[in-house]
């Protein structure tokens, strides 16, 4: 098919939209409201083109191509028309982007920019707004709102709980949880998804950077600092680096220059987690316990299951999260150890998740008035960290892990992408059960982007059946299908976020899908790479339970390594 | 039937929606029939709460639907609802004053409640009595050719009803 | 020439009644042929919407018609938001059995086999009568399966809106009787493809579809002599403002403004503009008033005749008064979706408020013009593109009663002046 547009002749296919054609065309034609994963809504109309034969000024977005179309993107008529639709904006808008939290990644701000726009004709007419921040994950500041509808699009559409959604009509429309409440008291699971998808800066999580800087020059403290495995394919986008490189080694040298008495990797506990999660689904398979065994170290989720599910909650194995195993740990077994009081130590974590932030503070993970986990951070805060104290990721040299908890294997690793636990725990079942080697431990049919994978895996003699989702929506479809009986599944690993971590809540921006299967990627890669790939060959986890464990799910384990769940569905 | 704080009760929630469908696409007939049958003409917390929970729907969706329509309200009204018509064709030359007239008559301004929480007072868009300008609408009758003594009549034979009961 | 739509009685009329007076020969003879010759009929009457948009019923009924589904829907839209109109109420409250007929013969040229009345919930005090009558002509056999016995199924439900003169667009109204906030869909894909619940409808006005009893009563040829060339049949104007006889009157097109005012409303005393269309419609001044009431009269004008509400203003009507009150009703009706309309509306809104008490400066104008280009070019449906139609018509004939307001002077005296007012 032949259109033309800005008077050259661009062959497409039937079914693009002008959007697309532009692309081909290699013409920039400028967006806001729209975005690659979610259904295009056309609001914001700053794609709009002048479309011959059309009286009015057509969305891009929107607007499929027909034979012989003939298209203008940028005469002086469509340039008007934009640049009085982001002025009309930019007069509803909180301008402060200097001290604003996406200072340099706005969208708003390039768009700007790429309009040229150094003047506003129109009045500002903002009235400002109080900043919600009354829980511990995300902050919500509707002052630079400027009403795409992606965040009511990603709660709703992509993971199915509707914390917000459009209130109300007109110049009073806005964005956000009933009555205007914080989102503590509407079903938000934390995930942290509206974040990912907002242009502007309007929400954000709560930072932590300073109080963690401020706790490595206390000199009484003992900070340690532990990375997801999420993190090493993801940060080096905030330093320009493509996603999915792997920056592994890079981290413990940065955290150590910024100050960290110790750098542990979160992938130890992953691998510890497989064994003590493999241990308590073979437990159930053996003695008729409660199946199908649902995987818990997503937080995300686990607020999901609590808020809308908790009858299903029997069903949640009961082991911690990595990021709270380490905590607890840290602050026993390497407490003791090293000779420091638990009050005197602080676990910094680094997640790609904002409901980690929530998961800390939750009462159970807490011993005597001591956190297990005093700060966790998104990589955004940790990129922002880096660069703050003045290094660049790129430039430093490569250095290890630090001991007890530096060994890890590719198990543990892939925890990152959707898929990953499952695979880990299969890797790990398989040869504990059948006492022979698994020869092809690459189980691709649980990997990658797609909502709802399933597999089947002869262990021994029984053919262990399983599931894996990611998004809330796909969890939402999986429990409904275990309260109506038709759950044909032993085990089941639930993600909250699109992709897994990877695709977190508190991963760089901006995180499309497209961008996620470059990390998966990543994380596939670097566990390809690793020497050890299975959790129950880790030698450090293995010295773990000669020394403090006993095994797993020991009385001492389940005390320190298990944890219970709530009914807050209200 | 009524909770102390004079509205619906959680219990009908379940009668109207089970007669008129539980389904999503049900919610706001379902909205407009529970909102008729409060007595302050507007939809609770705890119903829409309800509502939401029987319809597997979130709370944040149906208050926000809820808020969308000019019919429906979240927020306590009177008993009865006084809604007067400021767009152009009744509003700019009677209707102003009509506003003033119901204001000194009732004591309250546009938006509020009077004391013994009988009447409420808004503003509507056009309600096609037109050709009756000034006109308002009072619960679900509309009132045309309105002037200072049928205002009077009009809230005094409401009044009486009320007595009467 | 006798009226097509409205008896001069008032009385509303019983089933006994209409039944008495032809009510249902229409659709009896109907029945007996085949959809498309009905669909035929249609477009050789040149019918267009009567709501506003003024579309090609025939052609709009014919892509219903054409599409392949398990189920298709029929939806009459009676909405009526647009300020100034009270036709359909008239239509509905004098006899509902003519427009649920008018529904029934167009579900069976379209092949649809669910119908929504969809009424605005001011009107509520109309629903009783309306859900009385439908009972009984399901009783009769009008309603239901196999009416008439010709095998054809159909049956109304009643719809209440609930307060949003956005929902009076199709897909807005559609979105409502889904069940959620009046949020215009985008277009393409068309109602007649993608509509109520993803299949194909047919949504036209109250005033259309009763139009379509008379065609098929008298045929698209004797239909066509009432009207002019380009504007077939009748059209129902609702009058207000400060004419003596305010009310609802069928007129031919073709008819002038002046003949409407003077020989069906008893005339009205300096006229200064007349907005015709609604709040949504142009505002001319009482120079024009001989202009023809047509489609192709005022396309001349690049304007059309809407909803047909004609608001006549006299001499103590404050044109800017007027405007500020107009833009505050687009303000609160409009979804807030699009940034056009939304902020657009915002601004216009506080621009003429702020020039009624004095504030502002000549630069305004500038503002309101471009502001009200951007909205008719850009927004997302009807309601932005058209809301500030009246603005733009009146700042040609009448910019200098605006501006004077800056010298703190209305001629009218509607205009109050505080010192330095509220912004």
């Known amino acids: ?570 | ?165 | 020439m006798s009226n097509l739509l409205f008896e001069r009685s008032d009385t509303l009329l019983s089933f006994d009644d209409y039944q008495q007076a032809d009510g249902f020969k229409v659709l009896q003879c109907v029945l007996k042929k085949p959809p498309l010759e009905i669909i035929d009929e249609i477009k050789a009457s040149n019918l267009v919407g009567r709501g506003g948009a003024g579309f090609p019923v025939g052609i709009k009924m014919s892509s219903v018609q054409r599409m392949e589904s398990d189920i298709k829907y029929l939806v009459c839209n009676a909405d009526e938001g647009e300020p100034g109109t009270f036709k359909d109420r008239e239509l509905l409250s004098r006899n509902p059995l003519k427009v649920i007929e008018s529904m029934i013969i167009s579900a069976y040229a379209i092949g649809a086999s669910k119908g929504y009345l969809y009424v605005r919930g001011e009107y509520a005090y109309l629903k009783a009568p309306i859900l009385e009558a439908l009972e009984v002509l399901r009783g009769e056999g009008y309603l239901g399966k196999n009416i008439c016995d010709s095998g054809f199924d159909f049956d109304i439900e009643y719809r209440s809106g609930i307060g949003a003169y956005i929902c009076g667009e199709e897909t807005a109204l559609i979105e409502s009787i889904e069940g959620r906030s009046g949020d215009p869909r985008n277009k393409p894909p068309y109602t007649a493809e993608v509509g109520l619940w993803g299949k194909p409808t047919l949504v036209n006005n109250v005033e259309t579809l009763a139009n379509i009893l008379p065609i098929m009563d008298l045929g698209a040829e004797v239909y066509k002599t009432y009207g002019t060339e380009k504007s077939a049949g009748t059209k129902l104007f609702s009058v207000s403002g400060s004419v003596i006889n305010k009310g609802v009157y069928e007129v031919p097109f073709g008819t002038t403004l002046r003949q409407l005012i003077d020989e069906e409303c008893g005339g009205a005393e300096h006229i200064k503009f007349i907005q015709v269309g609604g709040s949504s419609g142009i505002i001319l001044p009482e120079s024009m008033i001989d202009i023809e009431l047509s489609y192709e009269a005022f396309s001349e004008l690049d304007a059309g005749l809407g909803s047909g509400a004609i608001y006549v203003a006299d001499e103590s009507v404050c044109v800017l008064d007027y405007l500020k009150v107009t833009a505050a009703f687009f303000k609160h009706e409009s979804c807030g979706k699009c940034t056009p309309c939304r902020e657009g509306n915002r601004h216009i809104e506080r621009i003429l408020r702020n020039l009624s008490q004095g504030i502002g400066s000549k630069e305004d104008i500038d503002t309101l013009q471009r502001t009200s280009l951007v909205m008719k070019e850009a927004s997302f449906c009807g309601l932005g593109q058209t809301a500030t139609s009246g603005l733009v018509s009146a700042l040609k004939y009448f910019e200098d009663e605006i501006l004077l307001h800056l010298e703190e002077k209305c001629h009218t005296g509607v205009c109050s002046f505080p010192k330095g007012g509220d912004q």
């Open chain 2, 1 to 165: 039937m009524f909770s102390k704080g004079g509205d619906i009760m959680v219990g009908k929630v379940l009668e109207i929606v089970d007669k008129l469908g539980r389904k999503e696409d049900k919610l706001i007939e379902i909205l407009i029939e529970l909102q008729n049958q409060s007595v302050y003409n507007y939809l609770s917390k705890d119903v829409i709460k309800e509502v939401a929970n029987l319809l597997d729907i979130s709370e944040t969706k149906v208050y926000g639907i809820a808020n969308f329509y000019s019919m429906l309200s979240t927020q306590k009204r009177g008993r009865h609802v006084i809604q007067i018509c400021n767009s152009a064709p009744c509003y700019i030359k009677e209707g102003q004053h009509l506003v003033t007239i119901f204001e000194d008559i009732l004591g309250i301004n546009i938006g509020e409640v009077t004391e013994d929480k009988m009447f409420s007072l808004e503003y509507t868009s056009c309600i096609g009595a037109c050709d009756q300008a000034p006109a308002a609408r009072i619960d679900e009758m509309i009132y045309g050719e309105l002037d200072r003594a049928k205002v009077f009549n009009i809230l005094a034979s409401l009044r009486r009803e009320e007595t009467d009961e």
């Open chain 1, 1 to 570: 098919m032949k259109i033309t547009m800005n008077n050259t002749e661009v062959v497409v296919t039937e079914n693009m939209t002008i959007l697309d054609a532009a692309k081909l065309a290699k013409v920039k034609i400028p967006t806001l409201c729209y975005h690659p994963d979610l259904e295009v809504k056309a609001n914001c109309r700053v794609c709009v083109v002048e479309v011959e034969g059309m009286r009015n000024l057509q969305a891009a977005c929107l607007t499929k191509v027909s034979e012989g179309m003939v298209i203008y993107t940028n005469n002086k008529r469509v340039r008007e028309s934009r640049r009085i639709i982001v002025e009309l904006i930019l007069a509803n808008h909180d301008q402060t982007c200097t001290t604003c939290h996406s200072n340099g990644v706005c969208e708003l701000q390039q768009l700007t920019e790429d309009l040229n726009i150094k003047e506003n004709r129109y009045d500002h007419v903002l009235e400002q707004e109080e900043i919600m921040m009354g829980n511990p994950s995300v902050v919500r500041d509707m002052s630079k709102c400027i009403k795409c509808g992606r965040c009511v699009q990603v709660c709703n559409d992509v993971q199915k709980v509707g914390a917000i959604y459009n209130i109300g009509r007109s110049t009073e429309m806005r964005m956000g949880p009933a009555y205007d409440y914080d989102l503590t008291k509407v079903s938000c699971t934390y995930c942290g998804q509206c974040i990912n998808v907002c242009p502007v800066g309007a929400i954000y999580e709560k930072s932590d950077v300073v109080s963690v800087l401020n706790a490595i020059e206390d000199p009484t403290k003992h900070v340690v600092a532990q990375i997801a495995p999420s993190i090493r394919v993801s940060v080096g986008e905030m330093f320009g680096l493509e996603p999915g490189t792997a920056v592994t080694y890079k981290l413990p040298s940065a955290l150590r220059k910024i100050g960290f008495d110790r750098v542990f990797d979160t992938d130890f506990t992953a691998d510890l987690t497989i064994l003590e999660e493999g241990t308590e689904l073979l437990g159930r398979l053996e003695n008729n316990g409660v199946l199908p065994m649902l995987t818990s170290c997503s937080p995300g989720w686990i607020n999901y299951i609590e808020q809308f599910y908790p009858e299903l909650i029997p069903h949640l194995s009961s082991c911690k999260s990595p990021q709270q195993m380490f905590g607890t740990l840290a602050k026993t077994y390497y407490a003791e150890k090293i000779g420091v009081e638990p009050k005197d130590m602080v676990v910094v974590s680094f997640m790609p998740c904002t409901a980690k932030k929530f998961e800390a503070k939750r009462e159970e993970m807490y011993r005597e008035g001591v956190a297990d986990v005093d700060f966790a951070l998104t990589t955004r805060e940790l990129g922002e960290m880096i660069k703050m104290q003045g290094y660049n990721l790129v430039d430093l040299e490569e250095e290890p892990f630090d001991e007890p908890f530096g060994i890890t294997t590719g198990a543990g690793l892939i925890f990152g992408a959707s898929g990953g636990v499952m695979e880990a725990a299969l890797r790990t079942v398989y040869e504990v059960v059948t006492g022979e080697e698994l020869e092809n431990i690459n189980l691709t049919a649980v990997r990658g982007l797609e909502g709802v994978k399933e597999a089947a895996v002869m262990v021994g003699d029984l053919e262990v059946k399983v599931a894996v989702t990611n998004s809330l929506k796909n969890a939402k479809m999986v429990l409904e299908k275990i309260k109506n009986g038709e759950a044909d599944y032993h085990f089941i690993e639930i993600m909250c976020c699109p992709g897994g971590c990877i695709g977190g809540g508190g991963q760089p921006r901006p995180t499309t899908n497209e961008i996620r299967i470059k990390r998966i990627e990543g994380i596939y890669t670097a566990d390809q790479k690793m020497t050890l790939r299975k959790s129950h060959k880790n030698p450090a986890v293995l010295k773990l339970y000669e020394d403090f464990l006993e095994k797993p799910n020991s009385h001492k384990a389940h005390e320190l390594l298990h944890t219970k769940y709530f009914d807050r569905k209200n």
